[in-house]
C-alpha cells in the first residue's frame, strides 16, 4: 500500500488542524493505520492508530488524549488526524503508517509498521 500525508503546516497554540493521509494499491480496511511523529532530535512516537477491519480498536498516546482524534474512512481509503488544542510540543513531522499484521500489543511500535507516508510538518508557534 502506498501512503501519502497532507494536511500539515503552521499554526499557533490552542488552534486546530487536520491531516489527512490517502492510501492507495490494496485494502484499506484490511490494514492497521496510524500516526507517529518525530521531533527534530528525537525519536519517533506513536500518536494514535485504528486497528484494521471490524475490530476498529482505537489507541492514543497519553499526550495527545482528549485532544486529538484519530479516524477513518474506508471508502476512500483514507485516514485523518483532527488535532484541536494545539501545543507547541506538538511541532513534529507527522507520519501515516499502515501494516496487515500488527498485534495489539505492538501498535505503539513503530517497527512494527512497513508502510510509511512521506510525512507532513506541523509546527505550532506559542
Known amino acids: 500500500v502506498q501512503l501519502q500525508a497532507s494536511g500539515g503546516g503552521l499554526v499557533q497554540a490552542g488552534d486546530s488542524l487536520r491531516l489527512s493521509c490517502a492510501a492507495s494499491?490494496?485494502?484499506?480496511?484490511?490494514?492497521?493505520v496510524g500516526w507517529f511523529r518525530q521531533a527534530p532530535g528525537k525519536e519517533r512516537e506513536f500518536v494514535a492508530c485504528?486497528?484494521?477491519?471490524?475490530?476498529?480498536?482505537?489507541y492514543y498516546a497519553d499526550s495527545v488524549k482528549g485532544r486529538f482524534t484519530i479516524s477513518r474512512d474506508n471508502t476512500k481509503d483514507t485516514l485523518f488526524l483532527q488535532m484541536n488544542s494545539l501545543k507547541p510540543d506538538d511541532t513534529a513531522v507527522y507520519y501515516c503508517a499502515a501494516d496487515p499484521r500488527i498485534i495489539a500489543s505492538s501498535v505503539y511500535d513503530p517497527r512494527r509498521y512497513n508502510y510509511w507516508g512521506q510525512g507532513t510538518l506541523v509546527t505550532v508557534s506559542s
Open positions: 485504528i486497528r484494521r477491519w471490524n475490530d476498529g480498536s482505537i
Open positions: 494499491g490494496r485494502t484499506f480496511s484490511g490494514y492497521t
